[in-house]
Structure formats: C-alpha cells, structure tokens
C-alpha cells in the first residue's frame, strides 16, 4: 500500500515562501505522476500542480504560475513543491496524491490513486 506522507506547512507572512514535502513509500510499481491540491475553508479542492515520474513534466494552475515551483527526486521517492510570493489566497491545506496510470486531464482529484494526510498553510500577516 503506498502512503504518502506531507511535510513543510506552516505560517508565513504574505510575500515569504515555504517548500512542502511529499514523500511516498509501499510503492512497489512505476507511478505516472504526483500533484499537489489545495483546500481552503468553505472552498472546494482546487488542483495546484502535477509533475510527471518519468519525463517531469510539469503543469500548473494559473493562479501559482510563476510563484510555485514542482519538482521531484526519483531516488528519495519525494516530491516537493517550493512556494514564493505567497498570498493570503494561498492559504489552505494542501495535499499531494499520486496516479498510477497516464489521464487525459492531470488537474481531476478523481484519477489519483493515493492522497497524503495534508499539511496546513497559512499565510497571514
């Protein structure tokens, strides 16, 4: 069973950054790709990034564009998602996930396998 386990969430003021963790284990087959989603209080799940296992091909939400960066270390078996010029907009829990097999969208919580605990962001000054 492959679990998922999030770290590096915390309080920062607007205009910091923080870099999150995403680190697998139990995974005994090749994984397409992982992401990061993102829940506010009162708000859907929104899709935030996912980067491929593979080829680390990368897609991002529009509104992390150029502020959030994936990335992935094969051997560590983690992901992480470094975070600048953070909003107070920004400010929910994010949780990665994992998909074992290719989908024709990367951004629907739906064709992920697996999901991490979550780890909370807050950004407030």
């Known amino acids: 069973q492959v679990q998922l386990v999030e770290s590096g969430g915390g309080l920062v003021q607007p205009g910091g950054s923080l870099r999150l963790s995403c680190a697998a284990s139990?995974?005994?087959?090749?994984?397409?790709?992982m992401a990061w989603f993102r829940q506010a209080p009162g708000k859907e799940r929104e899709f935030v990034t996912a980067i491929t296992w593979s080829g680390g091909t990368t897609i991002y939400a529009d509104s992390v564009k150029g502020r959030f960066t994936v990335s992935r270390n094969i051997a560590k078996n983690t992901m992480y998602l470094q975070m600048n010029s953070l909003k107070p907009d920004d400010t929910a829990v994010y949780y990665c996930a994992e998909a074992v097999l290719n989908s024709l969208s990367y951004s629907r919580g739906g064709d992920y396998d697996y999901w991490g605990q979550g780890t909370q962001v807050t950004v407030s000054s």
């Open positions: 139990g995974r005994t087959f090749s994984t397409h790709r």
